[in-house]
Every structure is written in structure tokens, then in C-alpha cells.
């Protein structure tokens, strides 16, 4: 497609076949006409894919080489790499589009040329499309500050996103070797050389599984490496960077308390309060002491 204003969503899939019919016929309800539709399988094992080829008039299926699973960031990437649109956006497996998401977006970089990614608001939704809770606070506003995005990840979902191909072309694509947070890793690169835009209106929904927890130490993990790259990249403070270890210490050590994992916990909440002892101090008054009440046997077995 070589529209001059069109776009191609990318859709990762990975034995999908509970909601993939509901993800892709949200895309064909978009009241935008110029949407190139890319479905990239990440070696399903399931019946996804024989429910995306229902679609084929509608959907370009990708696979890897020998129906291999690469990951997110691998799929995510071949998807650019087979488009030539304007416009790229992502759309996970489980999540769904409103019908209005992608003119809405379009329409805020046809009137702000020097923005290179937009997002949007969107409700966190259970496996029957029911509304749980707002993903931002209504108050939010986009920080403009590379600064922001490296500390907290605040675009909480790719599903949200639209950026400009010129920018992926600058900035790089998917960092294939992070198998979790590589989309954070993305929006730190988009922030530190382009305007982010927030666009406050709930325009998708975002799939919440018991599955995301067991992926969160991993991430949190990850977070280290990419804090590293970006050190090395742009000229982040001292003090932003010990934040954000702050931040990732305080994290796993409460992943570790909800998992009784005591030495890892005390170990974490003791570093995180060396990098940033205020930041640990107000949060220990608060957030902290609120997961112990929460986890009495953890309390027991700490006395």
C-alpha cells in the first residue's frame, strides 16, 4: 500500500485463537479507509492460524523461517520490514481497537507535523470485552521529557501506538534480544528524538491475563539492560539513572515479597533505597508497608 496517509497494523500472534477473530475485526471496523492489515505468526501451535485465514481477503499472513517462535520483537519487526506504508502500527493478539482509534491518531499528525509517535487512553478489559479500569488517570499529560519515559513506562500498551515510519527508520526497529520490555525500549528511543503525543481518549482496550504476572520479574530484570543502552546513548543524569535502578530494585523486591523469595526481597528494597533513599523512604510509608499488611506470613517469617 503506498497511500501517501496510510497505515499498516502489525499483529503478533502466538496461539492466539481465543481472541484473534475479535482483535481482527476490531482493525476492519475502523472507520479509516487506508489500513494495510499484517498478521505475523509467531510458530502457533494452535488453530490461530487457520482462524486468521479466514480473513484473507482482509489480512497478509507472515511467518518465520521453518514456523519458528522468535518472539514479539522479531515478528514485530518482520512486519515493518514487509511494509512501505506511512504509517505503523501494533495491535497485540488479545487487544481490541475502538472504531474511531487509528482517524483519531492520523488526525493529530496531519496537524502536528514534528510529532513522530502518538497514544492514546484505552481501558484495561477481561476475556468478555468488560470494561475493569481506565489505563491512564484523567489528570495525565505527556511529560515531553526523554527523562519520564526512561523512568516509568507510561505508554502501557504497543496496541495504543502510531508512529510515523520516517522515525522507526531513525531510531531503529524491535531490539530482537530483549524478549520482554522491548517496545519500553522502543518509546525511550522515539522520546529522546521526536515529540510524543497523548491523545486523551479511550480508543482500545487492553487484555489483562494472569499470565502478564508471570512475566513481570523478567521485565523488571530487563530493565537494567536497557537502562545501560540508554546511558550509552543520550545523556541522561546521574541521578535520573539512579532513579530508575531505584525504581527496578524496589520492583523485583516486591515481586520477591509476593513470592516469599525473604533474602531477594530484603536484598532489592535495600538497594533501591541506596540509589534514591527519598523516593524509598515516602514509598516505604505507603505502597511498601501496604504489600507486608498484605503478605502477613512474609511479615511472620521476616520477625
Not at 505468526?41 to 511467518?63: I, Q
Not at 495525565?140 to 507510561?154: G, H, I, K, T, V
Not at 534480544?177 to 480508543?203: C, G, M, Q, V
Request: include cysteine; aromatic fraction near 10%.
Amino acid at each position: 500500500m503506498k497511500r501517501e496517509n496510510s497505515l499498516a497494523v502489525i499483529i503478533t500472534v502466538y496461539n492466539a485463537a481465543k481472541f484473534i477473530h475479535r482483535t481482527i475485526k476490531s482493525v476492519l471496523s475502523q472507520d479509516y479507509p487506508f489500513i494495510e492489515m499484517i498478521v505475523v505468526d509467531d510458530g502457533s501451535t494452535d488453530e490461530t492460524v487457520g482462524l486468521v485465514k479466514t480473513f484473507a481477503n482482509h489480512v497478509r499472513l507472515l511467518h518465520h523461517p521453518q514456523c519458528i517462535n522468535l518472539g514479539a520483537a522479531a515478528s514485530r519487526n518482520l512486519g515493518i520490514l514487509s511494509t512501505n506504508t506511512r504509517y505503523i502500527a501494533f495491535l497485540d493478539h488479545d487487544d481490541i481497537w475502538y472504531p474511531n482509534k487509528v482517524n483519531e491518531q492520523i488526525k493529530v499528525f496531519e496537524r502536528h507535523p514534528e510529532v513522530g509517535l502518538v497514544y492514546t487512553n484505552g481501558h484495561a478489559i477481561d476475556e468478555n470485552d468488560n470494561i475493569l479500569n481506565d489505563l491512564l488517570p484523567k489528570d495525565f499529560c505527556e511529560p515531553c521529557n526523554p527523562d519520564a519515559m526512561l523512568l516509568s513506562c507510561y505508554i502501557q500498551s504497543p496496541s495504543s501506538v502510531i508512529l510515523r515510519r520516517n522515525l522507526i527508520e531513525e531510531i531503529g526497529m524491535f531490539d530482537t534480544n530483549l524478549k520482554t520490555a522491548s517496545d519500553h525500549d522502543l518509546w525511550i528511543r522515539a522520546s529522546e528524538r521526536t515529540r510524543l503525543f497523548y491523545l486523551p481518549k479511550y480508543l482500545f482496550g487492553y487484555r489483562k491475563s494472569p499470565q502478564q504476572m508471570s512475566k513481570c520479574r523478567k521485565m523488571w530484570e530487563t530493565g537494567f539492560y536497557i537502562l545501560e543502552k540508554a546511558r550509552k546513548r543520550y545523556p541522561y543524569s546521574l541521578t535520573v539513572r539512579r532513579k530508575r535502578k531505584a525504581v527496578l530494585h524496589y520492583r523485583l523486591g516486591i515481586h520477591d515479597l509476593i513470592n516469599r523469595r525473604i533474602g531477594s526481597f530484603l536484598k532489592n528494597i535495600f538497594l533501591a533505597f541506596i540509589h534514591d533513599p527519598w523516593r524509598s523512604i515516602r514509598i516505604s510509608q505507603s505502597k511498601l508497608l501496604s504489600q507486608i499488611r498484605h503478605n502477613k506470613s512474609v511479615v511472620h517469617n521476616l520477625l
